[in-house]
């Protein structure tokens, strides 16, 4: 048991750690008023961009799963 001892204090460092984050965050971001949210949301849907995709060239597999050499033909 003794040589699980060296793990205390990183596991301790853990829990402080996350104590202390959510501690931080537990006010969150705040409050938002209602008509700038509205605001907002016509603004992004007023903006109507659509991504756009490139068509990739179809390109069919190669891989048979087998290795083939190239023939030795004498020309």
């Known amino acids: 048991m003794e040589i699980l001892l060296w793990l205390v204090p990183p ?4 829990v402080v750690a996350m104590a202390w984050v959510s501690w931080l965050g537990r006010e969150g971001r705040g409050e ?3 008509e700038v949210a509205v ?3 016509g603004a992004a849907i007023e903006h109507g961009h659509r991504p756009t995709y490139a068509a990739r060239p179809h390109q069919p597999d ?11 033909r004498a020309s």
């Open 11 to 14: 596991a301790v460092v853990t």
């Open 32 to 34: 938002v008023d209602r």
């Open 39 to 41: 605001r907002r949301m």
């Open 62 to 72: 190669r891989s048979t799963g087998v290795a083939v050499r190239p023939s030795r």
